[in-house]
């Protein structure tokens, strides 16, 4: 992670990262496959150019309904539930080939998943389990807060646990 011009690229890759990761065949957070080898061998003659971006939405929906259903919904924020804009934008660096071409090594096994999730964390002070909340919700920040969430998603995939961070979002009603 490094500008905020890189935002949606590191928000993209957070959440592949931990998409693989939480899949039922690594640590089994949410229970789907749509990032194994057999899931891109059906998708590609259907999306060949975009099979990559296919997955990414299959397994984004398969984590926010695990973040949704433990967090809640309303006055937050988390990896796979943010702004409509910065949604968007994550979803288009899908279509970038650089960006396939440089995701696809870290997410080929969990060992290089966890390397890479390593890289883009902040360890947090001390350890949880379940929903934990990080901070509120700051776009000129987002990129410490997202670091600061990987590291809580890294800790909890060490220890043998599930951890759900989340921002609190200001300025939102209902």
């Known amino acids: 992670m490094v500008t905020n011009n890189q935002l949606p690229a590191d928000v993209a890759e957070l959440r592949l990262l931990l998409g693989y990761l939480g899949e039922k065949d690594q640590y089994n957070w949410w229970p ?7 899931s891109e061998a059906f998708l590609r003659p259907v999306f060949a150019r975009t099979s990559l971006l296919a997955q990414y939405q299959g397994v984004c929906e398969a984590a926010l309904r695990v973040h949704d259903w ?3 919904l309303g006055r937050h924020y988390h ?7 910065l949604e968007r934008a994550a979803g288009q660096v899908l279509l970038e080939a650089d960006f396939a071409d440089g995701i696809k090594p870290w997410i080929a096994n969990s060992d290089a998943a966890l390397q890479r ?18 901070g509120s919700y700051a776009a000129d920040d987002l990129q ?18 599930q951890s ?5 979002a200001t300025g939102i009603h209902g």
């Open 32 to 38: 789907c496959s749509f990032l194994a080898p057999a």
């Open 70 to 72: 433990h967090i809640g």
């Open 79 to 85: 990896l796979y539930r943010l702004p409509d804009a």
């Open 117 to 134: 999730l390593s890289a883009l964390s902040e360890p947090p002070t001390e350890f949880a389990s379940g929903p934990v909340r990080v």
């Open 144 to 161: 410490t807060l997202l670091r600061r969430c990987a590291g809580y998603y890294q800790q909890a995939i060490r220890a043998g646990e």
């Open 164 to 168: 759900l961070p989340y921002l609190q």
